[in-house]
């Protein structure tokens, strides 16, 4: 493989995996619809803030921009991602040659990144978490080219990097966190007494300062969506499955990741990166600890993956071990493609669980299919959740359209999902704002309803005992029937003639969610 290399520049195979990686997601960003999250980061971008209920701000910002600027199909908006995905692998690449890697490192480290589901899934979904891998991967680069050059610019672009990366996900601080042990327990100390370091410090606090003034005038929601997540979904992380998911998520990946593990934490070669090992370890024990999810550590991984393919290719440097690198890329192919589908919703509804069904048992590929309930179902969560919003959009906003006084009538949605969906999909109808109780939907509830309010339109997955207390009319006009949609069953009710306490119950929840707390 050497003599094959020999001719092709480091540039060239970064140019090659890059092309590849965008090329893969513009084929298939377009074949299944928004996220049910993306649809609520749709929704923000309608509504630009410093803040919002469970996220920071600049995933309105990049919704905005995919809306706006680029049209807000389904395949602009996930160009958006798609592109910060492919930036990743390149930084990863460069990563490795920052290692001392040489062409087959930066060869084998794009093949790993190409086909590993820890960066496929994510470069399709429009959420913040193909940006913190992105930030995770920018943080370990500027930190290498640091360690490597001893340069403060380094520490300034990092801190601003940092600050830009609290903006997105707030566990940027779980990188943090797991740098405080080579800082405090190395030479690296030394850091504590350099200006730049302070400045850089500052730098990233400046940028992030909107968000936490804003958090601090709204009564820092963002404890209350953690304690919301804690009661409903972190309860079903268990170690065992948590432990699984590190595999499964870079399964192609596994010999990089692992090999470059041991190298920064046991060889002399890898002490100048030693701390990074150790950042890994912190990370992956401060999450079990806290019962955070699996893909938390996502970003932990590039690094791994680029001193393991630095690694390997010294390990298989004499002529007798030439074969060894063959095996690796085979190995990452033989396990990556069949992989694919499972990572990326490349098939139809149907196909797709045809083909998990066929699947199932292949190195782990059951855990795919296992939903934050805890509970397994023939799709993965993430492909139900791309599912139904259009069929939901369209019972919604024909019903809309039938009604002969829009003027004094409302659209309620039980979850952001449904309610982005509704705006989303129903421009052409002449859809309202929906009101919801839901995450940032809290924020935009009207003060006061129409006094003579003609007509409630109802989304919620059953009707519920208290809604024949509210109104005196009420009819169901249309329910989801998507087959495989994590919606189906969402039920659409044509509501009429509000009770007084239909009134007194909705400004009372009103008044209590949008006011700081």
Not at 119 to 145: A, E, H
Not at 281 to 293: D, M, P, R, T
Request: proline fraction near 5%.
């Amino acid at each position: 493989m050497k003599n094959h290399l020999s001719v092709v520049k480091w540039w060239h195979l970064l140019l090659f995996f890059t092309i590849a990686k965008l090329v893969l997601h513009l084929v298939t960003n377009g074949l299944w619809s928004f996220h049910r999250d993306a649809l609520l980061y749709l929704a923000l971008g309608r509504n630009l803030d410093w803040g919002y209920a469970s996220v920071p701000p600049s995933i309105a910002a990049f919704a905005w921009f995919g809306s706006e600027v680029l049209g807000g199909s389904v395949e602009a908006v996930r160009l958006i991602p798609s592109l910060f995905s492919t930036f990743t692998l390149a930084l990863t690449m460069l990563m490795a040659r920052e290692m001392t890697g040489g062409r087959f490192a930066m060869l084998v480290t794009g093949l790993a990144c190409l086909l590993s589901p820890a960066y496929l899934r994510p470069g399709m979904l429009f959420q913040p978490v193909v940006f913190d891998i992105f930030y995770w991967t920018l943080f370990s680069f500027l930190w290498v080219k640091y360690l490597n050059t001893a340069k403060n610019r380094y520490l300034l672009w990092l801190g601003a990097a940092f600050g830009l990366g609290l903006l997105n996900k707030y566990s940027a601080l779980f990188f943090l966190a797991g740098l405080l042990p080579g800082l405090l327990f190395t030479k690296h100390r030394q850091l504590f007494f350099n200006k730049k370091f302070y400045l850089a410090g500052g730098l990233a606090f400046l940028i992030f300062l909107p968000n936490l003034i804003w958090q601090v005038s709204h009564g820092f929601p963002v404890a209350r969506h953690m304690e919301e997540l804690a009661r409903t979904q972190f309860v079903h992380v268990s170690v065992g499955g948590f432990l699984l998911d590190q595999v499964f998520q870079n399964l192609p990946a596994l010999p990089l990741w692992v090999a470059g593990l041991l190298f920064l934490l046991f060889e002399k070669n890898g002490r100048p990166w030693r701390m990074m090992g150790w950042m890994y370890l912190a990370v992956v024990i401060l999450l079990l600890a806290l019962s955070g999810k699996s893909y938390y550590t996502l970003g932990a991984y590039p690094v791994l993956i680029a001193a393991g393919a630095s690694y390997l290719e010294k390990l298989t440097e004499p002529s007798g071990r030439q074969w060894l690198r063959y095996v690796v890329c085979a190995g990452i192919l033989i396990v990556g493609l069949p992989l694919l589908p499972v990572s990326l919703p490349v098939f139809k509804p149907e196909k797709e669980v045809r083909y998990l069904d066929r699947l199932a048992g292949f190195m782990g590929t059951d855990a795919a299919r296992r939903w934050e309930d805890g509970n397994y179902y023939p799709l993965p969560q993430d492909f139900a959740d791309m599912l139904g919003w259009e069929e939901l959009a369209d019972i919604v906003g024909e019903a809309w359209q039938k009604l002969p006084d829009k003027e004094t009538a409302l659209i309620y949605a039980e979850n952001y999902g449904q309610a982005g969906a509704i705006e989303h999909f129903g421009k052409g109808f002449g859809i309202p704002k929906v009101i919801s109780f839901s995450d940032s939907y809290r924020y935009w509830l009207p003060d006061k309803l129409p006094a003579n309010l003609s007509a409630f339109l109802y989304v919620n997955d059953e009707l519920g005992e208290d809604m024949p207390g509210y109104f005196g009319e009420i009819q169901k006009i249309g329910e989801v029937t998507t087959q495989y949609a994590r919606e189906r069953g969402t039920e659409v009710y044509l509501c009429r003639k509000p009770t007084p306490a239909f009134f007194k119950r909705i400004e009372t929840a009103t008044a209590r969610l949008k006011r700081p707390q």
